[in-house]
Every structure is written in structure tokens, then in C-alpha cells.
């Protein structure tokens, strides 16, 4: 959530105050050991902490519009809070409606025809002989082993017990993003001056000062990763169905726009399932030329044109340290660690900016 009460407290950008002045080693003790604790105990509850981090990351984004629309029309805030709840809501109801049962169908397909794709691509690629990969040979055979060990253990019923469990904890979790959203969009400002009030007194001005550098920096972030996970999804459908006429061209350009949200190691997976389906459904030399350059012009609008443009300083964060904290925050949170891992590398950035007065390398 935003804290325009901060805004008001702090002095103009030229007149700003003598950071390292804040610096106390006690505290700044006390800060590092009170951040660590959070830390172990987000750990403990991780299970829990995704129908959080997704409500409050849109209640996040939403709510400047909430603000700017009270104020405009002087109507109450609940309202549109409300309004844009709903809005949502029906947009995502209608998307699922939609194409909720061909993505059903297209991914069982998709499943079904895996095997066959995998089988005939180890075939043509050695001239039906073994490849070696790490001193394990993959051949046809392989592939097919691999397949009936996995229908054996779905067809386990401890197994389908338990992902059946799995999907009623989706159910429950979606329910609980819905109720958790519609909140923080009503009491986000509330919110946002509780988390203030847990900081010490005497460190407010210090806190209030990072935020004011942070907060836009996040909000980009977040609102490009969305125009960037759009943009992918639209245009690698229109290259993969109208252009390339490529079966599942629904849940391939879905996953290539999921993928965006995990740079460098979602593309690069996503890219290998279309090409597979690509040789699967190629009719010759020209359909693969046409892939080929098909993920090319994709990949370069994507890296070149519209994630600098829509990520701004956020974009800047070294490639290395992000596939560094995807993978950090995945092994320490799962799902919540991945999305929240590059806003955590892009807030201490930003604070260390901060306290050591190098605010420039911020942009």
C-alpha cells in the first residue's frame, strides 16, 4: 500500500537530510537481527504466504487508482474499492469461462502427445542410436520407461489422495486471494500505517525516506511485469495460431507469458516445449525456419523493446543476481520466494543507495 502520510513529512529532494547522521550501530544491529527473525518466521508459515503476496502485490498496484478516483469525484474510497473488485472478478470469471475447457483440453493433449514428440525426436536426432548425456543413454525406450513409471505412480491411490488434496488446497487458496484482496483494497491505507508504526520512533524518518525512493521503483516493477506477461501472451498466440498454425497454440502462448515472470529460466523452458511441438507438427524444412524465426522476433521484442520500456529502472538489476534470487527464493518459499525475490533484491538496493548517500545509482 502507499503511505501518502510519509510524503508529507519529508523535505523537498534538494533539501534532503544527512542519511549516514541515522546510522547507529546498536541499532542498526537490532534492525539486521529483528529483519532475520521475520525472515525464519516467513519460513516456517510458508505454505500459507501465497494468497498474501498475490493479494497484497495487486492490492499494491491497485490502489493509487482507488486513491486518485476518491479524490476526483469526493465519493467514498469503499466504493470504488468495491467497483474494481468486482471488475476483476468478472474479468477473470469471463477469461475462465472462455477458455477454461479448451485449456483443459489442449493440455491433456499436449500431455498425451509428449511421449509420442519425445520418442520421435530421440529417433531422428542420432539415427535411432542412444544419445549419451552424463553417461546415460536416452533412446525411445528411455522416454517410454519414464512414462509408465509416472501413469504408475498417478495411478497409486495414496498418490491421487494427495493431489486431490492439492487441488482442494487451489480451491481454498484462490477463495482465500479473493477475500484477502477485496480487504487490503478497503484497508490497505490502514495497512500501510500499521507496518509504519511497528518501526522505532526514532528510525521513521530514515524508513519514510527509503520509502519514498522504493515506492516507485516497486510500482513499476510490478505494473511492467504485468504489461510485459500480457504483451508475451498476446503476441506468441498470434505467431503460434494465426501465423504458424501450431496445435495448443492457446496453452503454449499461456505458458510463454507465465514464463516472462521467470526471466531467462521460465522463456528458455517454454521456448523448448513449443519447439517440440513445432518438430511434432512440422511439415517440412520451412515450418522449422518459420518457428525459428517465429522465437526470435519474439524473444528480441520482448528483451530489446518492451521490458526496458516498461520496467525502467527496475530492468536494471543485473541478470545474474535475478536468476540468483529466483532460484534462492524458490528453494527458501516456493512460489511466494520467486515472485518476492527480485522486489527484495530492488529494496535492499535501494536502501543501501540510501544509507550510504549513493541515491544516483538509483537512475
Known amino acids: 500500500m502507499s503511505l501518502p502520510e510519509l510524503k508529507k513529512r519529508q ?15 546498536g541499532e ?21 504466504l501465497l494468497p498474501f503476496v498475490v493479494s497484497g502485490i495487486v492490492a499494491y ?22 467497483l474494481l473488485f ?8 469471463a477469461v475462465a469461462a472462455v477458455t477454461g475447457q479448451r485449456l483443459i483440453t489442449e493440455t491433456g493433449a499436449t500431455l498425451g502427445e509428449l511421449q509420442g514428440t519425445l520418442e520421435q525426436l530421440l529417433r531422428s536426432t542420432n539415427d535411432s542410436e542412444p544419445i549419451l548425456v552424463f553417461g546415460l543413454a536416452l533412446d525411445d525406450q528411455t522416454v517410454r520407461t519414464a512414462f509408465d513409471r509416472a501413469r ?8 491421487v489422495a494427495l493431489l486431490t488434496g492439492y487441488g482442494l488446497m487451489a480451491v481454498i487458496g484462490t477463495f482465500l486471494t479473493a477475500v484477502l484482496f477485496i480487504w487490503l483494497l478497503i484497508t490497505g491505507p490502514s495497512v500501510a500505517r500499521g507496518l ?29 511485469i504485468g504489461v510485459t506477461v500480457g504483451y508475451a501472451t498476446i503476441a506468441a498466440y498470434i505467431g503460434l495460431a494465426l501465423i504458424l498454425g501450431l496445435h495448443h497454440a492457446l496453452l503454449l502462448a499461456l505458458l510463454t507469458g507465465i514464463a516472462e515472470t521467470l526471466p531467462f529460466i521460465g522463456s ?16 517440412g524444412i520451412m515450418s522449422i525456419v518459420a518457428f525459428a524465426a517465429y522465437a526470435t522476433v519474439l524473444r528480441l521484442s520482448i528483451d530489446q523493446l518492451v521490458a526496458p520500456l516498461v520496467l525502467g529502472r527496475a530492468a536494471n538489476v543485473h541478470p545474474v543476481l535475478i536468476i540468483f534470487c529466483f532460484l534462492a527464493g524458490a528453494v527458501t518459499f516456493g512460489i511466494a520466494g520467486v515472485i518476492l525475490s527480485v522486489p527484495v533484491a530492488l529494496t535492499v538496493k535501494t536502501t543501501l543507495a540510501t544509507l550510504y548517500g549513493d541515491e544516483h545509482e538509483q537512475g
Not at 11 to 25: I, K, M, N, Q
Not at 196 to 224: C, M, N, Q, T
Open 11 to 25: 523535505p523537498h529532494r534538494a533539501e534532503s537530510p544527512d542519511v549516514t547522521a541515522w546510522l547507529g550501530a
Open 28 to 48: 542498526t544491529q537490532s534492525a539486521v537481527l529483528a529483519i532475520v527473525a521475520a525472515a525464519v518466521g516467513l519460513y516456517f508459515i510458508k505454505p500459507i
Open 61 to 82: 498496484v491497485c490502489t493509487p487508482l482507488i486513491d486518485w478516483l476518491a479524490a476526483r469525484t469526493r465519493m467514498p474510497r469503499v466504493l470504488f474499492a468495491v
Open 86 to 93: 468486482l471488475t476483476l472478478l468478472g474479468i477473470v470469471g
Open 152 to 159: 504408475d505412480w498417478f495411478s497409486q491411490p495414496d498418490h
Open 196 to 224: 509504519f508504526w511497528l518501526v522505532p520512533p526514532s528510525r521513521r524518518e530514515l524508513v519514510a525516506h527509503i520509502w519514498l525512493r522504493l515506492d516507485p521503483v516497486l510500482k513499476h516493477y510490478f505494473l511492467g
Open 268 to 283: 528458455t523452458a517454454v521456448a523448448i516445449i513449443a519447439g517440440l511441438v513445432a518438430l511434432h507438427t512440422a511439415t
